[in-house]
């Protein structure tokens, strides 16, 4: 932003400039009353880092390219059109000359209705100041959306005839005024006056397009709704000809020509767009249900992904696949993931990440590091299930890791691992919430169509559609507009038309595929595929318990926009929560036994059962009813957990609606009978068994030969192998062989026992600075409103000295030591206000205004008007101190 612009010798003292018309920004932002500023810094809360001193260094911040890159990515497309428009409009611009370059020479109701609107969004965020008889846009602004021939302008419009005859010779610009049918002027800047006015003038400019060739009409319509320039020959053909002798095509290099933006906006009849946009697409509806039909279906996904998680991480019980040196899972372990969930690869993904964002599974850090269930995984298991369903939505809902992304690839091309770095995505959340309360607009039991969805989306945020990384790449579905975008991370080439054409049908796993190109839209598609999978919504339409969990209505449309309530989202969980209870299948405490060995779970089960139920035997198949299957080596793992055959035929009888199965019975006291038998403990290893004719068998088998054993004794082998890798080879022989410790005894193994250390859910990446709350947002209005007084207060004029040189305006006070302490004295005394020069301990100066009460051991104590509380300085660190006037005090 220039210096003119905010040179603070034009300021107005606060309160004393509302009647004139402000002249530069900061003046503008003077003249706004707390509710004013405090909608800027809510808008833009990337101006409170920090708080600016005062108004001045606000109205500076709020022009840098950064912020006003953020800001624009910010305006939905209608407002952005309409920034569009003021940046190629004369500045300052009328508001009649603006309503013009958007309706036409034709009018539009529908766009005069809404650029009110437009308007006032630009001007409260600081985007556009000045009344409406000279409209501004910000220079920042101006520079990012102005037409240049290195960013040509979304609205495609080349250069004014000012700009693009800037260096030309005088005699060809009255050439051009002759073959034009206008008289010759004396000097280059009236000609150029002159060839404006008439591309300005309807009637003329009209007359003039009537005598031209055809197919020069048909090289203008090329050019007219950009882009606007055009490669020449060294001879160009007649009709070109035609059109560069009247300037109606101008140079723009040796071999390049542009169309003046006076003549295109006549072509155009007057527009700067070609379809502007004044309302939010609507969305249609693709499928309608019963309120209660889509609250069963989200409930009855809601229990699968609790199921899906539970079961993901207790087959990690004893620790889960190794970490990558990069960082996340391998591929082989995904696809192994993926193979034990029975899911694709890009859905095994997703429960992996939201384990881990609900800081359920993390790293164990140890030397070897492996993935493991956390002790908040306990913790987790413990809630009722609609707790744990409500933990795991406001994950997903507020964390930045995006699943999608895996099997991609990162900015230098290194493939995004599940589990790994480089997963978030700022934005997430804020699409999430914002798919999901779109949603809401529509009547409880109406499905969204996922293509207007999408252009909704676009049309919100036609500038944050542009994958991060590839400044410049065009919105797809953009119907003009290119080139390149802006450094600072806006892709400003992007085109306003509107159109998309991504055709898809959402259901479980259909959002994963990678459709659109823009980062937007493919953060909505999963989100639509993500919430369904994870019951937020069922068969597409937004559930009860999901809109509790946004604190929308429940029975009910929301109004658009949707209000922020300010309810916290842990009350908006046990809201959901309350809402899913009823809805879930309750928990069952029995199982039906049958005679081919296994047990059917008509529902699901209660923790204890499932969790020794998991032990004793296999999960067959899931679904409705839950089918498992008792297996000699599912009966070993519960008599290595510790229990005895009667232990388990126990049981089975107290929680069995039918009677225990003999073969069952056979089963299990018929492994009970050999477990133990043999025994296998460290020596290397060794196996110890009373019958020596069968430790005689084993060594008379050949598929012992890779355990290397030898006899020691009658009743001890010794193996060259570890007892692990023993007990496993014995028992793919066959045998039951019981690990024993150094003293003898049964060695018991649980499988739940490996757990990671302590583990905190990893924190959401923000996309930009947080949105600050209503306390924040007072203290920080009070804090610039109290530094500009103290910055624009009215100082008493002091006599010129020889040793004190006269000091410009706003400069920090200059007096001796004995003056300063002089001065406040006398303010304590007389009860009145001084401004002072403060530098603090780490050397950062502020002018300040003060009330000083009390001056005593080198320090000065008062009321500091501009932090609005009381506070002690020391006199050395004053650099000086002047009267205010007495308008001021």
Request: aromatic fraction near 4%.
């Amino acid at each position: 932003m220039g210096i003119g612009e905010l040179d603070r010798e034009a300021h107005v003292p606060a309160g004393t400039g509302g009647a004139a018309a402000p002249r530069t920004l900061a003046e503008a932002l003077r003249a706004r009353g707390d509710e004013g500023l405090a909608a800027l810094l809510r808008a833009r809360p990337d101006l409170l880092s920090p708080v600016p001193n005062d108004l001045t260094q606000l109205a500076t911040r709020a022009g840098t390219r950064g912020s006003v890159v953020r800001a624009l990515e910010r305006l939905d497309r209608f407002t952005l059109q309409t920034a569009e428009a003021l940046a190629v409009a004369p500045d300052p611009a009328p508001y009649p000359v603006l309503l013009a370059l958007l309706t036409g020479d034709d009018g539009e109701p529908d766009i005069e209705a809404a650029l009110p609107r437009a308007v006032e969004v630009l001007r409260d965020q600081a985007l556009v100041w000045g009344e409406d008889e000279r409209l501004r846009l910000v220079r920042t602004a101006r520079e990012l959306l102005a037409p240049s021939p290195q960013h040509p302008s979304p609205t495609g419009l080349g250069p004014t005839v000012s700009e693009a005859t800037a260096g030309m010779s005088p005699g060809r610009i009255q050439e051009i005024l002759t073959a034009a049918g206008l008289p010759a002027t004396h000097d280059p800047v009236s000609a150029v006056a002159a060839l404006t006015e008439l591309f300005t003038d309807r009637d003329r400019m009209g007359a003039l397009l009537d005598t031209a060739p055809s197919d020069a009409l048909a090289v203008l319509d090329r050019l007219v709704w950009g882009p606007p320039y055009g490669e020449v020959t060294a001879n160009p053909a007649p009709p070109v000809r035609w059109l560069r002798d009247r300037g109606l095509l101008l140079p723009a290099s040796p071999r390049t020509v542009v169309l003046p933006r006076e003549a295109a906006l006549h072509l155009r009849g007057g527009r700067a767009h070609r379809s502007p946009e004044p309302h939010a697409p609507a969305l249609a509806v693709l499928r309608e249900y019963r309120p209660q039909v889509v609250d069963n279906a989200a409930a009855g996904q809601a229990y699968t992904a609790l199921a899906t998680v539970e079961e993901l991480l207790k087959s990690w019980d004893q620790g889960g696949p190794a970490v990558l040196r990069a960082g996340g899972m391998s591929v082989r372990d995904l696809r192994r993931t993926a193979s034990a969930l029975d899911v694709t690869e890009q859905v095994a993904a997703f429960w992996l990440e939201l384990a881990y964002g609900a800081g359920l599974l993390a790293s164990d850090g140890e030397a070897d590091e492996r993935y493991a269930p956390t002790p908040a995984y306990d913790d987790w298991l413990d809630l009722p299930p609609a707790e744990r369903w409500a933990r795991l939505a406001t994950a997903w809902l507020t964390g930045t890791r995006t699943s999608g992304l895996v099997g991609g690839q990162d900015a230098k091309g290194r493939a995004l691992s599940a589990l790994g770095p480089d997963l978030d995505r700022g934005a997430a959340p804020e699409v999430r919430r914002r798919v999901l309360t779109l949603q809401a607009t529509l009547p409880p039991g109406v499905a969204a169509d996922p293509e207007t969805l999408l252009t909704r989306l676009r049309w919100e945020r036609p500038l944050r559609g542009t994958t991060a990384g590839t400044a410049g790449a065009p919105d797809p579905g953009s119907g003009a507009g290119s080139g390149a975008g802006t450094a600072a991370g806006g892709a400003y080439g992007v085109g306003t038309g509107h159109g998309s054409g991504h055709g898809s049908a959402v259901g479980p796993g259909v959002g994963m595929v990678h459709g659109p190109t823009d980062l937007r839209s493919r953060l909505a598609l999963w989100t639509l595929a993500e919430a369904e999978l994870l019951g937020i919504t069922g068969r597409g339409a937004l559930g009860s318990p999901a809109r509790a969990l946004l604190n929308l209505p429940l029975a009910e449309a929301v109004a658009e926009p949707v209000a922020e309530h300010g309810v916290e989202l842990s009350v908006a969980a046990s809201r959901a929560a309350t809402l899913l209870g009823p809805l879930l299948p309750e928990a069952v405490d029995h199982v039906l036994l049958q005679a081919d060995l296994t047990a059917v779970a008509p529902g699901p089960l209660r923790r204890p059962l499932a969790d020794m139920l998991s032990v004793l035997a296999d999960v067959e198949s899931k679904g409705g009813a839950t089918v498992y299957r008792f297996t000699p080596g599912s009966v070993r793992r519960a008599l290595d957990a510790g229990r005895s055959a009667s232990d388990l035929q126990d049981f089975l009888t107290a929680h069995s609606r039918t009677p225990v199965p003999q073969p069952l019975s056979y089963l299990i006291d018929d492994v009970a009978r050999k477990h133990g038998h043999l025994r296998i403990g460290a020596a290397s290893a060794y196996v110890r068994c009373d019958d020596d004719a069968l430790l005689g068998e084993i060594l008379a088998d050949k598929r012992s030969a890779s355990l290397r054993l030898r006899r020691l004794a009658p009743t001890v082998l010794a193996a060259q192998t570890d007892p692990a890798a023993l007990l496993d080879g014995l028992r793919s022989m066959g045998y039951a062989p019981a690990a024993e410790s150094a003293a003898g005894d049964v060695l018991i193994t649980r499988a739940d026992t490996y757990r990671t250390g302590a583990r905190t859910a990893p924190a959401p990446v923000p996309d930009g600075p947080p949105a600050p709350d209503t306390t924040l947002l007072g203290a920080a209005v009070r804090a610039i409103r109290a530094g500009d007084a103290a910055a624009t207060a009215v100082r008493k004029e002091r006599p010129e000295t020889a040793e004190v040189p006269a000091r410009a305006s706003g400069a920090l006070p200059r007096t001796s030591p004995a003056e300063t302490l002089a001065t406040v004295q006398a303010a304590a005394m007389t009860g009145s206000a001084v401004w002072i020069g403060y530098v603090n301990a780490e050397g950062a100066a502020s002018q300040r205004v003060i009330a000083p009460v009390r001056v005593e051991g080198g320090f000065v104590t008062g009321y500091d008007h501009t932090a609005d509380e009381v506070r002690t300085y020391p006199l050395h660190r004053i650099t000086g101190v002047a009267e205010l006037a007495d308008d001021q005090v």
